[in-house]
């Protein structure tokens, strides 16, 4: 690029913006459909299909274990995946502050590439608008995603149900301790880092064979306990959580403890819940465990008819507390 800074004549629709897009977007998200350069896309899809969008505006855009164009891609990807899809397309718009070094544009973009490419997705259209210093913070990312469903039926948020195991594909709270940690600067253990990864792999894989899947589900914000929250109030069931079942990784728990935080409400940008009659927990396990991305994966609870509406948390000890959804914002711009 002729400039080491983003101008404002990269967002104006001229030979400026032409010029990123062929320098820089096109070098890293080339693919017969984006090549064309429509203002719209062709997609090729059978039957029904899956769609998701989501901003991010994580801050900061660099993380341990990730950033913001890795993440705007995982997010999406995993939430369509959700629905029992095979991810296929997705959109991208960005909105970048005047003055973003191009080095770290570059650095997104790559890794936006790098990310559709292990997920095995294309970016097929897009939109690029640069405003002046100080009216957004450095780079806010926009995508949509677009999959087919394979599941029948889809898994959805309305259809746990008495008996049901409840499984988790890892450790809570990581992405969310990370980018605190990195934000404010806080010497946490060195190896606490996001989990921001793309599940739908070993999701396509999980719907493909195992007979029936009830719900599946990424705790982002608010975490697994405002996840589990979601999923009782739409289903009219309950959910029993096992304490010392649920997988937190000790830096992650001591990070909490001294922080005054709780992991089950931090944010998951690389695990999922797996909600399913319990005659098949054990296969999903194995399937889950069998990935990297689901090695720590186990059961955590199981969805009851008492107090519908509620998650309730038993303790080691054989207590019982309520876990309510996330009041607020506990910790802002996490993605």
């Keep these: 690029m002729s400039s080491d800074k983003v101008l404002l004549d990269y967002g ?16 890293h998200f080339a693919n017969p459909e984006l090549d064309r350069l429509n203002d ?5 899809l059978k039957g029904k299909v899956s ?4 901003s991010f505006t994580v801050d900061p855009i660099f993380f341990p274990g990730g950033d913001i164009g890795s993440l705007a891609v995982h997010g999406t990807v995993n939430d369509v995946a959700m629905l029992g899809a095979i991810p296929r397309y997705l959109t991208c718009a960005y909105i970048i502050e005047e003055g973003l070094p191009m080095d770290d544009l570059e650095k997104i973009v790559k890794s936006m590439g790098e990310a559709c490419r292990h997920a095995g997705v294309n970016i097929v259209t897009g939109d690029t608008k640069v405003v002046p210093k100080g009216m957004v913070d ?10 087919e469903i394979i599941a029948d039926p889809a898994p959805s948020g309305d259809r746990a149900a008495v008996g049901d195991a409840v499984l988790v594909s890892g450790t809570m709270g990581d992405h969310g301790l990370t980018i605190l940690g990195t934000r404010e600067g806080l ?11 793309a599940l739908n792999h070993l999701l396509v894989k999980l719907v493909q064979e ?22 009782t109030v739409s289903s009219k069931v ?3 959580l096992e304490e010392s079942k649920i997988p937190v990784l000790p830096e992650v728990a ?14 998951n940008e690389g695990k999922f819940l797996c909600i399913l009659p319990q005659e098949y927990a054990e296969q999903a396990l194995e399937i889950m465990r069998a990935d990297e991305l689901g090695k720590d994966a186990c059961q955590v609870g199981t969805i009851t008819e008492a107090n519908p509406g509620k998650v309730i948390m038993v303790t080691p000890l054989g207590g019982r507390r309520l876990l309510n959804m996330l009041e607020g914002e506990q910790l802002p711009r996490i993605c």
């Design 254 to 267: 001591g990070g909490c403890s001294f922080l005054g935080l709780d992991p089950l409400y931090l944010a």
């Design 238 to 240: 309950c959910c029993e």
């Design 51 to 54: 769609m998701s969008t989501d």
């Design 187 to 197: 010497s946490l253990e060195s190896n606490v880092k996001s989990d921001s990864a």
């Design 138 to 147: 450095k780079i806010f990312i926009n995508t949509t995603g677009v999959g």
């Design 210 to 231: 195992v007979p029936d899947i009830h719900v599946l589900r990424d705790p982002t914000r608010g975490g697994l306990a405002t996840t589990l929250n979601e999923i």
């Design 12 to 27: 104006s629709g001229g030979r400026a913006s032409q010029r990123l897009i062929s320098e820089l977007f096109l070098k």
């Design 40 to 44: 719209a896309a062709t997609l090729n």
